[in-house]
Nanobody, 123 residues
Framework: VQLQASGGGLVQAGGSLRLSCAAS????????MGWFRQAPGKEREFVST????????YYRDSVKGRFTISRDNAKKTVYLQMNSLKPEDTAVYYC?????????????????WGQGTLVTVSS
């Protein structure tokens, strides 16, 4: 199983980035996908999740209206479009996959994790 996250980088506040996470080694279309982030010295936190069919999405309050999660099951890829970025969005972003279908899931509900991609937002 592999989850390969990419698209991170350095951006100024107010800018945009699009993260991608390419999956392999499991039946992508039957898994819910999620994005998490971990800032230096802080615990990993939930960012967003999307159901296998894309019919359900959920976001943490601080990114609602700025971030959009989507997926392409044919390409086995999940995306996170991040707009109006703020310095407090600076973190390593991780994608993860789960069979568990609860909407509000914790880190322990996820079966597979990617290696992370660094997003740095300068003020």
């Amino acid at each position: 199983v592999q989850l390969q996250a990419s698209g991170g980088g350095l951006v100024q506040a107010g800018g945009s980035l699009r993260l991608s996470c390419a999956a392999s080694g499991f039946t992508f279309g039957t898994y819910w996908m999620g994005w998490f982030r971990q800032a230096p010295g802080k615990e990993r936190e939930f960012v967003s999740t999307i159901s296998w069919s894309s019919s359900t999405t959920y976001y943490r309050d601080s990114v609602k209206g700025r971030f959009t999660i989507s997926r392409d099951n044919a390409k086995k890829t999940v995306y996170l479009q991040m707009n109006s970025l703020k310095p407090e969005d600076t973190a390593v972003y991780y994608c993860a996959a789960r069979r568990n279908r609860v909407v509000v899931a914790t880190t322990s509900d996820y079966d597979y994790w990617g290696q992370g991609t660094l997003v740095t937002v300068s003020s």
